[in-house]
C-alpha cells in the first residue's frame, strides 16, 4: 500500500514550489526582483531558487520597479518567460507606466506579433501590522486596466495551481498574494499531481441557500467564519472565491446568486471606484429578477490604509458581514 | 598612471576600506563632439560609405519632405519630422547587422524605414489605422514607443536575454535629449551597466523637448557624462556629421558585441522643423538659429567631402534625386490609398482567448455595424463589417 506523503504546507511554500517547478519545465520561466536570489524574497517565496537554478535564472535586479517590469518586457520580447517579483503592493507603483502603456497593450497593438507572457507577483492587502506602505489592496488599479489579468489565490492548492496556470499564460498576468495568507497552512502534497486549471474560473467555497457572499483572496477565510457564524442566525449563506478578476466568471457568480437572490461583495479595497461596484453591477444586471435585494458591499474604507494599530475598524471582519447580511430585507420573506 | 596603480595611489585610513569601483577617467566623453568631415580625418574616410550615407541621407531627406507633406493632405494623424537628423536616424540603421535590434522612438521611423522597413509600414502608427503596423520580431524592431523613454529598459531586458542564451544580438536604443530626464533612462542605464548588457543607448540632443531648450531639462555637463555615474562609457558626437556618427555608433555596437556592454553616445543635432506638424516653434525659437544650422546640414556635410573628391558629378546628383523621388511617390501613391479598416479587428489580440466580457461587446458592436450597413444600404462606413 502506498501512502501519500500529506503534510501541511504554507502559501508561501505552495507559491515557492510553483515557481520551482514551472523553472524546472521549461528554461524560458526567469524570476526577477529585490531581494528574490540569495535571500528568498522578503517572504522567503523564493527561497532556494537561485541556488538551484543559478543567478541567471533567479536574479537581484537593481532596486528599480520600473526597470524590474521594463526589462521584463524586453526580456518577454526575446521569448522569455520573466516572473517578476514587486516587494509589496505599494511598491508596485513605480511601474506602472510600464505595465499599463507596454505590458498590457503589446499583445493587442502588435496584432499579437509580441504577446508579454509575464506574471507580475504583488503581495497585497493588510492584516500583518504593516506599517505605511505595506497593506495597500490596489486591485481596482489593475482591474480597470484593460490586457492584463488579475488573480488571487485564497487556499494553499490554488496558491500553486493559479500561480502556474498566470505562468503558463501567454498573456500578462498580476498575481496578487493575500500577505495574511502566506503563513496560512493546509494538508497538501506538493508531489501529487496538481491540477492547474487555467485561469478565469471562480469556485463555490461553500455551498449555502440564503444568500451569496462574492469575494477573493484574503477576504475568503474571513466569508467562511462569517458563513459559520450565521449559522446561528439561520442563514446558510453561500461563499464563492472569485480566485480570477480579470477575467470575471459571469457564470459562477451568476448562476449562485440566481440561486440564493442576495448577494454581498466581500473585499478590503475601497469601496468607492473598487472591484465591489463592478460585481455588484454585473450581478444586477444578470440576476435582477431573481433578487430578493439590492447587491450589497463590505469593503475597506475609503481612506488611505490606516496605521497598523487601527487597522482592525478597516478591514471587514465577521461583524460587519453579518451586519450587511442583516440588511438584505429578510422581513420580505417571513 | 594605471587603473592599478591609481588605486594604490588611494589609501583612505580604515575603516572603513574605501576604493573607487572603477576609473571614471575612461568613461569620460571628449570636451567637443567627435567630428570627422571638414577634418584631416575626412580623408581617411571610406568612399562606398560615403557614397552609400550620402544616398541613403537624400533618401531620408525626402522621406521625411513627403511624410510632412501627407499630414497637409490629411494622410497622416501626425509626424514628427527627422530632418536635419538624418545622419543619426541612418547611422542607427546602417549600425545594425541584420539579427540586431532596434528600439526606436516615435521620431524614428526613418530608422526603421533605412533598416528596411516599408515606409507604409512604419508610418501606420502616425495614420491611425494600426499602433504597429509591422511584426517587430520578423524586423527586428520594437514598436515605435511613444512614452518617452519607456522602450529603454526593453532594449536592455532584449540584450540581456539574448546574452543569457548565448547568441549574438545587440540592442540599440533611440531616445531624445528631453527623454533623458525620465526615470526609465536612469533605470534603463543603470540596469545595462550591472548587468553588462550589449545595448548601444543613442541620444538624440535636438537641442528641444518640444519648446523645452537642453538648459531646462539638465545641467550636466552633457548628456553623455551621464555614462560616468552608471559606469559605462560615454561618447559625444556630432549627430549631423554621418560618419562621425556611423563610427561612433559601429564602435559601441561592436563593444557590446564582444562582451565589453553598454555605451551611452550623445549625438549633437539640431531638429530642424516644429516639433510635429501640429507644433509651433516660432513661439519658442528664432528663425536665425535655425537659418545658422543649415550651414551644418547633414547632407551638405557629406557632399562638401564627396565634392572635394570629385564623386558628385550631374549624373550622380541626378540618380541619387531619381531614387529618392521613386522612393517618395510610391510611398504617396500608397498613403493616398484608404487603409482597409476592421473594426472587429478592435477585440482581437486583446488576450490570447477572449474573455467572455469582450465576446459580449464585441458582439455588441458587430450588431451595431450590421445596422449600420442595413440603413446604409449596405454600404457600411468602414467598409468590411462581418
Ligand atoms: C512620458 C511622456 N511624457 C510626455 C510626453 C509628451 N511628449 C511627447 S514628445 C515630447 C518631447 C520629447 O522631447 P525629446 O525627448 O527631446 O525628443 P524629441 O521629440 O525632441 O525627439 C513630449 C513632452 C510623452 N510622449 N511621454
Known amino acids: 500500500m502506498t501512502t501519500v506523503a500529506v503534510k501541511p504546507a504554507t502559501m508561501g511554500q505552495a507559491l515557492g514550489r510553483a515557481l520551482r517547478d514551472a523553472m524546472a519545465d521549461d528554461p524560458a520561466v526567469h524570476v526577477l526582483g529585490e531581494d528574490v536570489g540569495t535571500l528568498g524574497g522578503v517572504f522567503r517565496v523564493t527561497d532556494g531558487l537561485a541556488k538551484e537554478f543559478g543567478d541567471d535564472r533567479c536574479t537581484d535586479t537593481p532596486l528599480a520597479e520600473a526597470g524590474i517590469l521594463g526589462t521584463a518586457v524586453g526580456m518577454a520580447m526575446y521569448g522569455l518567460r520573466p516572473v517578476v517579483e514587486m516587494q509589496f503592493d505599494a511598491f508596485a507603483y513605480p511601474a506602472f507606466e510600464q505595465l499599463i502603456s507596454h505590458v498590457s497593450r503589446m499583445r493587442n497593438r502588435t496584432r499579437g506579433g509580441m504577446p508579454m507572457p509575464i506574471t507580475i507577483r504583488v503581495p497585497y492587502g493588510g492584516g500583518i501590522g504593516g506599517v505605511e506602505h505595506h497593506s495597500d489592496s490596489s486591485e481596482a488599479y489593475y482591474m480597470a486596466t484593460p490586457g492584463l489579468h488579475v488573480v488571487t489565490p485564497a487556499t494553499v492548492a490554488d496558491a500553486y495551481g493559479l500561480l502556474r496556470a498566470s505562468i503558463a499564460s501567454d498573456d500578462p498576468v498580476v498575481f496578487l498574494e493575500p500577505k495574511r495568507l502566506y503563513w496560512s497552512k493546509a494538508d497538501w502534497n506538493p508531489d501529487a499531481p496538481q491540477s492547474v486549471e487555467p485561469i478565469g474560473k471562480a469556485v463555490v467555497r461553500r455551498a449555502g441557500r440564503s444568500a451569496t457572499l462574492l469575494t477573493y483572496g484574503p477576504s475568503v477565510p474571513v466569508c467562511l467564519e462569517a458563513a459559520e457564524a450565521a449559522r446561528a442566525e439561520g442563514w446558510d449563506l453561500e461563499v464563492v472565491d472569485l480566485r480570477s478578476l480579470v477575467p470575471f466568471d459571469d457564470e459562477t457568480v451568476t448562476a449562485s446568486v440566481r440561486r440564493t437572490g442576495r448577494a454581498v461583495v466581500v473585499h478590503e479595497s475601497g469601496g468607492f471606484g473598487g472591484p465591489g461596484g463592478e460585481i455588484a453591477a454585473r450581478v444586477t444586471e444578470r440576476c435582477f429578477h431573481h433578487l430578493e435585494a439590492p447587491v450589497l458591499r463590505v469593503a475597506g474604507f475609503d481612506i488611505p490604509y490606516p496605521p497598523p494599530m487601527l487597522e482592525r475598524h478597516h478591514l471587514p471582519g465577521v461583524d460587519r458581514i453579518l451586519d450587511a447580511v442583516a440588511r438584505l430585507q429578510w422581513e420580505a420573506e417571513s | ?386
Open chain 2, 1 to 386: 598612471m594605471t587603473v592599478m596603480e591609481q588605486r594604490d595611489a588611494y589609501r583612505p585610513a580604515p575603516p572603513p576600506a574605501w576604493q573607487l569601483r572603477t576609473d571614471p577617467a575612461p568613461l569620460l566623453p571628449d570636451a567637443e563632439p567627435y567630428r570627422v568631415l571638414g577634418t584631416e580625418a575626412a580623408r581617411e574616410a571610406d568612399q562606398e560609405l560615403l557614397l552609400r550615407l550620402h544616398g541613403e541621407l537624400v533618401r531620408g531627406r525626402r522621406y521625411n519632405t513627403q511624410a510632412t507633406a501627407l499630414t497637409k493632405q490629411g494622410r497622416l494623424a501626425v509626424y514628427p519630422s527627422s530632418t536635419g537628423q538624418e545622419a543619426c536616424e541612418i547611422a542607427a540603421a546602417l549600425a545594425l547587422r541584420e539579427r540586431d535590434w532596434l528600439f526606436p522612438s516615435y521620431r524614428d521611423t526613418l530608422a526603421a524605414v533605412a533598416r528596411g522597413l516599408d515606409p507604409v509600414a512604419a508610418l501606420t502608427l502616425l495614420r491611425g489605422d494600426w499602433h504597429t503596423g509591422y511584426d517587430p520580431r520578423e524586423h527586428r524592431i520594437a514598436p515605435l514607443s511613444t512614452p518617452l523613454a519607456t522602450q529603454l529598459p526593453h532594449a536592455v531586458g532584449l540584450a540581456h536575454a539574448a546574452r543569457l542564451k548565448g547568441d549574438d544580438v545587440v540592442a540599440l536604443a533611440m531616445v531624445g535629449d528631453g527623454g533623458t530626464s525620465e526615470g526609465d533612462f536612469h533605470e534603463a542605464l543603470n540596469f545595462a551597466a550591472v548587468w553588462q548588457a550589449p545595448v548601444v543607448f543613442l541620444v538624440q540632443n535636438n537641442g528641444f523637448a518640444i519648446s523645452v531648450p537642453l538648459a531646462k531639462q539638465t545641467a550636466a555637463p552633457s548628456l553623455a557624462h551621464k555614462a560616468v555615474g552608471y559606469g559605462m562609457p560615454g561618447r559625444l558626437v556630432d549627430g549631423n556629421d554621418a560618419v562621425a556618427v556611423h563610427e561612433v555608433l559601429s564602435e559601441a555596437v561592436r563593444r557590446a558585441r564582444e562582451g565589453g556592454g553598454p555605451t551611452l553616445i550623445e549625438a549633437v543635432t539640431y531638429r530642424m522643423e516644429a516639433h510635429t506638424n501640429a507644433d509651433d516653434a516660432t513661439r519658442y525659437r528664432h528663425d536665425a538659429e535655425v537659418e545658422a544650422w543649415r550651414d551644418h546640414d547633414p547632407i551638405l556635410l557629406v557632399e562638401r567631402e564627396l565634392d572635394a573628391r570629385g564623386l558628385l558629378d550631374e549624373d550622380r546628383r541626378r540618380a541619387v534625386r531619381e531614387d529618392a523621388e521613386a522612393m517618395a511617390a510610391d510611398l504617396r501613391e500608397r498613403m493616398n490609398q484608404d487603409p482597409a479598416l476592421d473594426p472587429m479587428d478592435l477585440f482581437t489580440q486583446v488576450y490570447a482567448e477572449q474573455t467572455s466580457q469582450l465576446r459580449e461587446q464585441a458582439a455588441q458592436l458587430r450588431a451595431e455595424l450590421e445596422a449600420e450597413n442595413d440603413a446604409e444600404g449596405g454600404a457600411g462606413r468602414d467598409g468590411a463589417a462581418r
